[in-house]
């Protein structure tokens, strides 16, 4: 099915500094024809395939195979470069402050990250689903994914665990069955897992995963906001649910720790941002905003008195290491009716297209193209992967996880070594002498997969009985300020708003190289129109017993970008509101090359608007929420 | 005492466009020894004087006399002026939103900014006097002192109504006289009124009100730094009490609400200061922040069901026009022991000189560098009736009016025709074209007495009983966040804040014209240190029964100023970090002109930070608690 290139296996491409031999070759440009065929053997891509070999899906696990070769040399730098000075500083820096709540909970903060929306959507998933899905399923879940995809994950810098919309599908799943007979939905989820593994190694195999090349900020940007609506309805609806559960005053003392949780967060990021003291200080302000105020208001919640006895809603946790139900944790998915399988199998199907979307969208937004990587991923294997996970997860009964957006940018943004770095503007009249702006430059990123399988580690740690006393002492209310925090960094940091607020703005204050104002407002406006249409009718959906609908919607907005945008806009608007998501090219080789849209450009003429906020202020850090902007 | 002058009072300057006859002269600069004798006759100066006549204190009257011959001329346009459009439209716009709460309550947005305060202070005295001082009480202070302000007061923008600091010093003699007797607190306060505006006419007629023309930044930020943060003491008192009213349940929800009702004045304020949409929307927003969350949370609190059901505490309110204790209006003054009523002296002495500080600063601030004014004040006329309305106050048992920081420049503010205007500045180099730049002018100023005049009648109406129904709806949470507003505002742009955000900030960043940065960082230091240790000293003694004194540390800081500061600064130094808070030679004339500190130098030299941001970004528009920043 493949050649072996002439690059073997046993070179060191990191010795060399040279990226990959992938790279080299594709820079050649105008190669011979004997060099082309070789290339095209050699890298993954079906540009100058003839025939059958054209189609993707008639050659099966080429994607994967391809995937291995390229990364497995990388493999043992993975675990070499995380002994650099940044990740060990990172691991120290981390556990102490931590140490207090979650004592092996350090590796990262993004472990903080990872646990702490997890548990979150737990909480509303354990309600909704007859208390079946728990914090324990939850933890194992993410655990299972963490050490997996760390192991032997293509990409490690995608942080999986169990996100929202898993969530949303699984109690919408709980609501349809418990029509018919709620006894079965242990063994029904078992079988939706099972056949969600089967399309996901069918996805994988045939190549499939290629298709992500075309996701433009046209479908991340709505299915960002998307998410960002959603954690903060889930957020809303953690706050009612304390006035259900404890009564009025513990609702309303529910309601001030969520807000100030959110605003305390939101002012302590917003400092990590500004230019107030030293770059290194705004740093750890930044990245642990989420663990001072997590530890501060956990303990506010337990001051002595008025507090302590208004009895807000806390987390609920099960014995250590045991399923939250009294169960085995193997699923006995054998005694299901045959006619409850094949009902199980568009479900699976439509797991299989949210994580098609999600997963692939998270890994992308972690590979995105600000951050300078050098080592490639893998998107059919990690897909492949993926569907194990799924598999396993399905037949134990977790919540299946997949990949986070949006922690998975955040944790490669923690892993990137920046510089801010000072620009002087001379002005020419009257404003004295200059003005002064910081630029951050992203200068490496520290690829490895430490930082992943310490976080799995950390999890089970949380697993057992000490930590799990500690974990139910985290009130419900703190997990509404976090999807405050998450939701609304998602929402304000995204283009649908940012283009709403610049058609807002008075015109004469706009700069005049602003690229948008090349493209008629009217044209803005319906672009974003489309986007807020198919948000809003996904946010709809997801209070009805439809919710399980929301990925073809989603992934609706995909061929939606490259079969009918370009009939309502002209080439050089979208190439002013749209952009790539991901355009490192260690990136797009493992989806087959270079997106072929119909207006075939090049990438340096799309994302205008981004290429001037770059050039100006440099590349955005990733906030706690924000999607790659 | 005074001879006539040689512009007779019969000439109507306004018909000239000539601000006033005194300012043109004062403008001749060099004239011959006949035309400064002439002018030190016709001007209100001790410059020229020889002898005794150098002695202010020997010439009493003298600048009441001039304050009404300056400023009588003016008084019919006062009038007329009012019939601006800018003031119809503010009436107009202001009557309709404002309408469904407090009919009469219209003709200004300040109308509100007058209201709300002095009812947030009344809660907290009512409470604290063994509700004595009630809503009514307050009401009718307000009432008075507008009116007699609006008709015969030499400067109408001066708003006058009860505050915050009058209120401390209410239930802290409280405290002291309830240690001894506690019945005969009314005539007790009685007395202490009557003193305080013996010693008020006594400052008057001996032209004590010239040593304000000293106050300069280093005192009015430290004050407006302990009167934000004492604002927000008294927001938290009042949510504390809450707890002890309501319980749990109410007191929670007054936490969500006032913070809130924070969150959303703070952010229509600075949606309003921001680009968005044109700049008639943005004032509406600036101006109206207030009454929109006022109206929205009062009506949140009235949710049936949940939130009604909580019963969060709302505003005490006593039958129409009556005192709210059962009492006569008029005070039994006479039947109280001789001893008492010296004791009362040292109170009478402490009023006068908190209010000749805060009257006086608020009157100053009121009409600041920043607003162009054209017609002239008189500090030693209005101080006068300050004393009159502590009388009438005094025997009444009402709260003792006096002139409001930061509602006094707020004022002024919203009848300030502001241009907000274009900045183009060309940059040299890599930044595209140019940057952009709204620059704000203050261009005029409707100075007229309609306004306050409006704001008495309103506050009479309020009184009638169906206005006090209304009044009755209003949580008192609400004005928790009245309080954190007012207080935040009156930090957030304090100039001892600024300068501490800017020792902190990296230095690299800093522009390189910033003024500051030619003083050393510990002189800057120790700048805002001196004036720190006062604001802690006043807010720590504060909440103890020395609370009475703080108005001696406050004014300590004005002959520190003078005296002290110059030994420990150079004058270059303090020509950055100081500014005079008026400028104006309208004001200056009535304090016997400019300030002839031992530095004597030219105002342009003073407040070298402020220009340079003036220049930048134009005047600063008054937010609800800021102080002249």
């Given at each position: 099915m493949s050649t072996r290139s002439e690059s073997s296996l046993g070179t060191r491409p990191l010795d060399t500094g040279d990226p990959s031999p992938y790279d080299e070759r594709r820079n050649d440009g105008n190669a011979d024809g004997q060099l082309e065929r070789q290339r095209s053997?050699?890298?993954?891509?079906?540009?100058?395939?003839?025939?059958?070999?054209?189609?993707?899906?008639?050659?099966?696990?080429?994607g994967m195979y391809h995937d291995i070769k390229r990364r497995l040399p990388y493999y043992p730098s993975d675990i070499t470069d995380a002994w650099s000075y940044r990740t060990i500083a990172s691991t120290i820096r981390m556990y102490f402050p931590f140490k207090a709540m979650v004592p092996q909970a350090s590796a990262h903060a993004d472990r903080l990250h990872s646990l702490l929306p997890a548990i979150a959507y737990t909480l509303d998933m354990y309600r909704r689903t007859g208390e079946f899905f728990g914090v324990n399923e939850a933890l194992f879940s993410s655990a299972l994914a963490a050490i997996v995809f760390s192991l032997i994950g293509a990409q490690p810098l995608t942080i999986v665990g169990v996100t929202g919309l898993i969530s949303l599908f699984n109690f919408t799943t709980y609501d349809i069955i418990s029509i018919y007979d709620v006894s079965i939905y242990p063994q029904f989820m078992?079988?939706?897992?099972?056949?969600?593994?089967?399309?996901?190694?069918?996805?994988?195999?045939?190549?499939?995963?290629?298709?992500?090349?075309?996701?433009?900020?046209?479908?991340?940007?709505?299915?960002?906001?998307?998410?960002?609506?959603?954690?903060?309805?889930?957020?809303?609806?953690?706050?009612?649910?304390?006035?259900?559960?404890?009564?009025?005053?513990?609702?309303?003392?529910?309601?001030?720790?969520?807000?100030?949780?959110?605003?305390?967060?939101?002012?302590?990021?917003?400092?990590?941002?500004?230019?107030m003291w030293k770059a290194g200080v705004r740093g750890i302000l930044a990245d642990y905003a989420y663990v001072f105020c997590t530890l501060f208001w956990v303990g506010f919640s337990h001051i002595p008195g008025r507090l302590e006895e208004t009895h807000v809603a806390r987390v609920p946790v099960a014995p250590a290491f045991s399923p939250t139900q009294p169960r085995s944790w193997l699923i006995d998915f054998w005694n299901l009716d045959v006619k409850w399988v094949f009902v199980a199998m568009p479900f699976g199907f439509l797991v299989m297209l949210l994580f098609y979307y999600d997963h692939n969208v998270s890994s992308i937004?972690?590979?995105?193209?600000?951050?300078?990587?050098?080592?490639?991923?893998?998107?059919?294997?990690?897909?492949?992967?993926?569907?194990?996970?799924?598999?396993?997860?399905?037949?134990?009964?977790?919540?299946?996880?997949?990949?986070?957006?949006?922690?998975?940018?955040?944790?490669?943004?923690?892993?990137?070594?920046?510089?801010?770095?000072?620009?002087?503007?001379?002005?020419?009249?009257?404003?004295?002498?200059?003005?002064?702006?910081?630029?951050?430059?992203?200068?490496?990123?520290?690829?490895?997969?430490?930082?992943?399988?310490?976080?799995?580690?950390?999890?089970?740690?949380?697993?057992?009985?000490?930590?799990?006393?500690?974990?139910?002492?985290?009130?419900?209310?703190?997990?509404?300020?976090?999807?405050?925090?998450?939701?609304?960094?998602?929402?304000?940091?995204?283009?649908?708003?940012?283009?709403?607020?610049?058609?807002?703005?008075e015109n004469r204050f706009i700069q005049r190289d602003e690229p948008l104002l090349r493209v008629r407002r009217r044209k803005i406006l319906l672009y974003i129109s489309i986007q807020m249409v198919t948000v809003t009718t996904c946010v709809a959906i997801s209070h009805t017993i439809a919710a399980i609908g929301f990925p073809v919607i989603i992934m609706l907005l995909m061929p939606m970008r490259i079969l009918v945008l370009p009939r309502w806009f002209r080439l050089e608007e979208l190439q002013v509101l749209d952009d790539f998501t991901a355009t490192n090219k260690m990136v797009l080789a493992s989806l087959g090359g270079k997106p072929a849209l119909p207006e075939h450009s090049?990438?340096?003429?799309?994302?205008?608007?981004?290429?001037?906020?770059?050039k100006r202020h440099g590349v955005p850090r990733q906030r706690a929420g924000s999607l790659h902007r």
């Open positions: 053997k050699a890298s993954y891509s079906y540009e100058d395939a003839r025939g059958w070999r054209r189609w993707r899906v008639l050659r099966p696990g080429r078992a079988w939706t897992g099972i056949w969600a593994a089967i399309f996901h190694w069918l996805v994988a195999v045939l190549n499939a995963c290629d298709y992500m090349r075309y996701v433009t900020d046209f479908s991340s940007e709505s299915f960002g906001m998307y998410v960002g609506i959603i954690y903060i309805i889930k957020g809303l609806e953690e706050l009612i649910n304390e006035f259900h559960e404890g009564g009025s005053a513990a609702g309303y003392l529910a309601c001030v720790i969520a807000i100030l949780y959110f605003a305390t967060v939101y002012a302590l990021e917003k400092l990590g941002q500004g230019k937004t972690a590979q995105a193209r600000q951050f300078p990587l050098k080592k490639p991923g893998g998107f059919h294997w990690d897909f492949f992967l993926l569907g194990c996970t799924t598999f396993v997860a399905g037949i134990l009964g977790l919540p299946m996880p997949n990949g986070l957006v949006p922690q998975a940018p955040v944790h490669t943004d923690s892993l990137t070594v920046y510089k801010t770095e000072l620009r002087i503007i001379s002005t020419a009249e009257g404003e004295g002498t200059e003005i002064r702006r910081p630029i951050v430059k992203a200068e490496a990123v520290v690829e490895q997969r430490v930082t992943h399988f310490l976080m799995g580690l950390a999890l089970i740690g949380t697993m057992t009985g000490p930590l799990l006393v500690v974990l139910h002492t985290m009130p419900a209310a703190v997990f509404a300020g976090v999807f405050f925090v998450v939701g609304w960094g998602s929402i304000e940091s995204n283009g649908i708003l940012q283009k709403f607020i610049l058609l807002q703005a090049k990438e340096e003429d799309w994302g205008l608007e981004r290429q001037r906020s770059e």
